[in-house]
C-alpha cells in the first residue's frame, strides 16, 4: 500500500516557517524531488488524482523541492491533463544500455559520479547542517573552475519548461539552501524573487544558482528530497514523493520524511503519502535524469492517482475544522 494511515486532525493555533496560522494554511501538497522521472511521475499521479474527480491542486499551500518545485510551478500554469498530455507526447532521448543492466539501461556515467561525490560529503559530514555546508563549498568550487555560462543556460532551460513565468496566486514555497553559509532558503511570491529564479535555484543540484550575489543550491539539501516540515500548521498534508521516502543520509540526522511525519502528526495535521509502486522504482534513483524514462513514469503515476482518489477523497474534501 502506497498511503499512510490518516491521523486525527487538531485544529489547536500554530504557525510554521512561512508564518502563517493554520486558518490560512488549510491543507499541503508536498511534491518531493525526485529529477527528471520524478517529475514525470509527480504530474501523473497529480493528473490520475484529477482525471478521477479529485483536485489537489486546490490545495491552501503547495511545497516543491527540486523537482517538485517544477512540477508545483507547472501545475500554477496548465491543468494536471495538459501536462500529462505534453509529458506523453514528449519525443524521448534514447540512450543504449549495456546488456545485463537493470531493466536494459545503465545509469549515465555523470548521474553515477554525481551521487558518489554526494555520499562522499554526507560520509564526512557531523550532521545536517555540516552537510548543507560541505555541499554549498562543493558547489561554489565548481562553479569557480566553471567558464560561467552555466547559469544562463540552467536559467533558459528552466523557463522553457513553465507554461507561465508568474508566480500563482496561491501560497507556493520553493526549497533551496545557500552556498555561501548552508542556511536553508525558502522562496515565495512575497520573496522578490522570480519564479524562474526560485524554481532553477531548488533544482541546482551540481553548481549554485546566483540569485541576487547569493549562489543557491538544491533544496532537497534542506531537509530530505519532500521537506514536509513547512506544512506544519496545516489541517491535512498529502506527500508526493517519487525517492519514496528514502534519504541517503543518516536516519540519526532526523530529516527523514518518516520522521517529518511524525513530528507533523504530533502537532495535529493529517497526513497522507504516495510512492510510486515497487515495480517502477528502476526510473528513480540512478535513473532519475534519464529522459526516455520520463513517459512510462508518467504513466505510472497516472494509474495510481486514480486508483487512489477514492482512497483519498474524503480525506481531501473533509471540512478544515473537521
Not at 512561512?18 to 499541503?28: N, Q, T, Y
Not at 508545483?72 to 514528449?90: D, Y
Not at 496561491?170 to 522570480?194: C, I, N, Y
Not at 507533523?264 to 503519502?273: D, I, K, M, W
Request: one cysteine or more.
Amino acid at each position: 500500500m502506497n498511503t499512510t494511515p490518516f491521523s486525527p486532525l487538531n485544529s489547536a493555533p500554530q504557525t510554521d516557517a512561512a508564518g502563517l496560522a493554520p486558518a490560512e494554511r488549510g491543507r499541503a501538497l508536498v511534491l518531493g524531488g525526485g529529477g527528471s522521472t520524478g517529475n514525470a511521475w509527480l504530474i501523473g499521479v497529480v493528473a490520475g488524482l484529477y482525471g478521477a474527480g479529485l483536485d489537489v491542486t486546490t490545495a491552501e499551500l503547495t511545497i516543491g523541492t527540486s523537482a517538485g518545485s517544477t512540477a508545483a510551478a507547472q501545475l500554477a500554469g496548465a491543468t494536471p491533463a495538459e501536462l500529462f498530455a505534453a509529458t506523453l507526447v514528449a519525443a524521448p532521448q534514447h540512450r543504449p544500455a549495456p546488456l545485463g543492466s537493470d531493466h536494459g539501461r545503465a545509469p549515465a556515467r555523470p548521474v553515477v559520479d554525481h551521487l558518489e561525490r554526494i555520499n562522499r560529503i554526507i560520509a564526512a559530514a557531523t550532521d545536517a547542517a555540516d552537510m548543507r555546508r560541505r555541499m554549498g563549498a562543493a558547489a561554489l568550487e565548481l562553479d569557480a573552475a566553471s567558464d560561467g555560462s552555466w547559469q544562463a543556460q540552467w536559467r533558459a532551460t528552466v523557463a522553457s519548461r513553465l507554461p507561465s513565468l508568474d508566480w500563482p496566486q496561491r501560497t507556493v514555497l520553493m526549497t533551496a539552501v545557500d552556498a555561501q553559509s548552508g542556511e536553508p532558503a525558502v522562496f515565495d511570491k512575497h520573496s522578490g524573487v522570480d519564479l524562474v529564479d526560485a524554481v532553477a535555484a531548488s533544482c541546482s543540484s551540481g553548481r549554485p544558482y546566483r540569485i541576487g550575489g547569493r549562489g543557491y543550491i538544491d533544496g532537497g539539501y534542506r531537509s530530505n528530497a519532500e521537506n514536509a516540515d513547512l506544512a506544519a500548521g496545516c489541517s491535512r498534508v498529502l506527500v508526493l514523493s517519487p525517492f519514496g521516502g528514502r534519504s541517503l543520509v543518516p536516519e540519526e540526522w532526523g530529516t527523514h520524511l518518516a520522521t517529518q511525519i511524525e513530528e507533523l502528526r504530533a502537532t495535529g495535521s493529517s497526513v497522507a503519502t504516495i510512492f510510486p509502486e515497487a515495480s517502477a522504482e528502476h526510473m528513480f534513483g540512478a535513473n532519475a535524469m534519464d529522459l526516455s524514462l520520463r513517459p512510462a513514469a508518467a504513466q505510472s503515476g497516472y494509474d495510481q492517482g486514480r486508483a487512489l482518489a477514492g482512497q483519498l477523497a474524503e480525506f481531501w474534501r473533509c471540512p478544515l475544522n473537521g
